[in-house]
């Protein structure tokens, strides 16, 4: 009887119940009847699970966006877009429709990375950007990156991540580990740590250890006390690794900060390649 009255109920009817619903939601729905199916494909809806701004995303497209309807245009954007001039990474869940943001590392805060002595800029096949950067030889890391809370999905948990790869001459990364951290508006900083290699060379630790020797322990003891993360390989082929977690609320204006930084050891590294910081809903 239940069925019989779902099943008699006016598509806008329909239409309302979906809109409260979720995108993954709606296509499971448009098997149960031609009103569902009709009203699974509503404008109306689709707009719902847009973002607010989604005009202006799709006017800073890199590539111009054909659609015939909200639901197209919505499938279009959970494809991964290039945005504000190829500097951005714009993307829509397909079953929650949550937003997701990667800054690339053009759009990222890099010390001295115009400066070729230390970095390069290098065009990677495997990038879904025009350039990465490449730390060539420095002292100095620090990597900064800040994005809008507004911009994100409201009453979500979100997590920043750096996507990186190591070179096979790579060297100095992780005589120390590299301090991170994220902060939220004025909010506290919660920091912590990471190593951006789980696995080195025989032959390169015995030749750090023969260079360092126990100032590698002196140096760990000027790092502040954290979990030393490790990088976990994504499906794109590029290593992540957690700089934090923050929580997005009901329209927040305020901007979120990440870093990662190793400034203390002093000593010279290089083989880092960045691709960017993706800003992603957690499960």
């Known amino acids: 009887m239940e069925e019989a009255l779902v099943l008699g109920l006016p598509e806008d009817c329909v239409a309302t119940c979906l809109f409260l619903t979720s995108p993954s939601d709606v296509c499971r729905s448009s098997l149960v009847s031609t009103t569902f199916r009709s009203a699974s494909e509503s404008d109306v809806v689709w707009e719902r699970f847009l973002p607010s701004d989604y005009q202006t995303i799709v006017s800073q497209s890199l590539t111009p966006l054909k659609y015939s309807s909200k639901k197209d245009l919505f499938f279009s954007l959970s494809n991964s877009l290039l945005i504000d001039g190829g500097k951005k990474s714009f993307k829509l869940d397909k079953s929650s429709g ?35 950067a490449v730390l ?78 126990n100032r590698i322990q002196m140096l760990k003891s000027r790092v502040c006390e954290g979990e030393g993360r490790v990088p976990s390989e994504r499906k794109d082929g590029w290593l992540e690794i957690e700089l934090g977690e923050f929580f997005c609320g009901n329209g927040d204006g305020e901007e979120v900060k990440m870093s990662l930084m190793e400034v203390k050891g002093h000593h010279l590294k290089g083989g880092l390649i960045v691709e960017g910081l993706e800003i992603r809903p957690k499960n």
């Open 98 to 132: 949550k937003i997701s943001y990667t800054l690339s590392a053009r759009d990222l805060s890099i010390t001295w990375s115009s400066e070729s002595m230390y970095w390069s800029w290098v065009a990677m096949p495997e990038s879904r950007f025009a350039e990465v």
């Open 136 to 213: 060539r030889t420095m002292s100095w890391l620090e990597i900064k990156g800040k994005i809008s809370a507004h911009k994100l999905s409201p009453n979500t948990k979100y997590g920043a991540y750096l996507i990186f790869k190591i070179s096979d001459r790579a060297y100095g990364l992780d005589l120390i580990p590299s301090e991170i951290s994220i902060q939220m508006g004025n909010g506290q900083v919660h920091r912590n740590t990471a190593y951006l290699q789980t696995i080195q060379d025989g032959k390169k630790q015995q030749m750090q250890h023969l260079l360092y020797g």
